[in-house]
């Protein structure tokens, strides 16, 4: 088995070399004809070391990140190929190509930016934290009650934009010496303001499931993919009920790790497309499409793992059931909302359309939610949080100026 792993684990590492190298020598006929900003003209850059398969945790910022750039211009830095590549194509701001230490210093030197923001905890994050007249400010991409959203990483950066204050009391009992009340700004969920894309199904008498499983998880700790303990049992029922609809929509990577995962996943996809073909009016959904929003306001009922799809459900203040990770070992932190959630167990995933008929006429569980969204995000009037998320913005960019002439010669 061990031989076994260390060749699967040998062929992924060629076959990621070898898309590197293809994106690399596109990237190169493509570079020349890409205009970069002019000196001196970017207020925030947004910093994305991932490659490809990560798109995701930047994507949900390009509608927030437009509309800020109407007043403090933004660039995105990439420093993948594959993913400058995917920018080039997606991205609603100007991107920058900074795959080497040299071209991060260019772009300083250049743009000499006040505010760098940071969607994840990459660790080649910390090569661009190392130029110190600017502010570093991490904002994720997405809340959760997961072990990420406590890391003691939060400390590296001058700021962190949470959503609320779920958020700080989290921080708060986490951190040690922590001086949340300065270095933590809540904004809400800006993203919610900008939930996109348009529902591919008709407008009928279904009931719509959104199934939004995570991955299997790189730990046991993160062990809360439900894919091949929930998930297949979940979508042959929805899919077997004239009355209801599927939408499937995995994270982007369920079972890159484990091949009996990525089994489940595939079987799901297979089921729906027989589904589809058998009864062409079903228009049950497998969804990998870059576009994020309609999924989560439309469905009736959301079935999610622990992940921050929980909490972008929970700012719709619909109907929701969470999978309960059958892995022991699984870190679940039932002190915030997981404490309260609709748990859909395992051997309970056969009753999967008695529980969404339930969820959606139990009317108590509606006012629930309604009081966990206050708590995990505030307002959530439409609007509301893109205000605070460009009045944190200003707040950095009024402080930097401050602090830019104090150490100014003779300031």
Known sequence: MAILNDVKTAKRLVQRLLRSRRSRRTLAKVLPTVDRPDPGTIDVAVYFADGPVNMYQIRQWYAPLRELAETHPVAIISRSPGAMLTLLDESPVPVVYARQIVDLERFVEEQRPKIVLYVNQNARNFQMMRYGRMWHVFVNHGESDKMYMTTNQFKAYDYALIAGDAA???????????????????????????????VPYPDDDRIVVLYAPTWEGD????????????????????????????????????????????????????????????????????????????????????????????????????????????????????????????????????????????????????????????????????????????????????RWETVAREHRPGG
């Open 168 to 198: 700080r009391d989290r921080l708060k009992q986490a951190l040690w010496d922590y001086d949340i009340d300065r270095r933590a700004i809540a904004i809400g969920r800006p993203q919610a303001d900008h939930f996109a894309g348009a």
């Open 219 to 398: 730990r046991p700790a993160a062990e809360y993919g439900s894919i091949a303990t929930h998930g297949t049992i979940i979508a042959d029922r929805v899919l077997a009920s004239p009355r209801h609809r599927l939408v499937y929509r995995p994270h982007p990577r369920s079972g890159v790790l484990d091949a009996g995962y990525r089994a489940a996943h595939e079987r799901i996809i297979a089921a729906i497309s027989a589904a589809n073909a058998a009864e062409p009016s079903a228009h049950h959904v497998y969804d990998d499409g870059p576009t994020m929003g309609w999924q989560i306001a439309a469905a009736d009922v959301a079935v999610t793992d622990i992940s921050a799809m929980i909490y972008d459900r929970l700012a719709v203040g619909k109907p929701l059931l969470v999978t309960r990770p059958t892995s022991d070992a699984a870190d679940v932190d039932d002190a915030g909302y997981l404490g309260a959630a609709d748990w859909l167990l395992a051997h309970d995933a056969g009753a999967i359309i008695d529980r969404v008929d339930a969820a959606l006429h139990d009317r108590s569980r509606v006012e629930e939610l309604h009081r966990w969204v206050e708590r995990y995000f505030g307002d959530t009037t439409p609007g509301v949080a893109t205000t605070r998320f460009h009045a944190a913005i200003d707040r950095l960019v009024d």
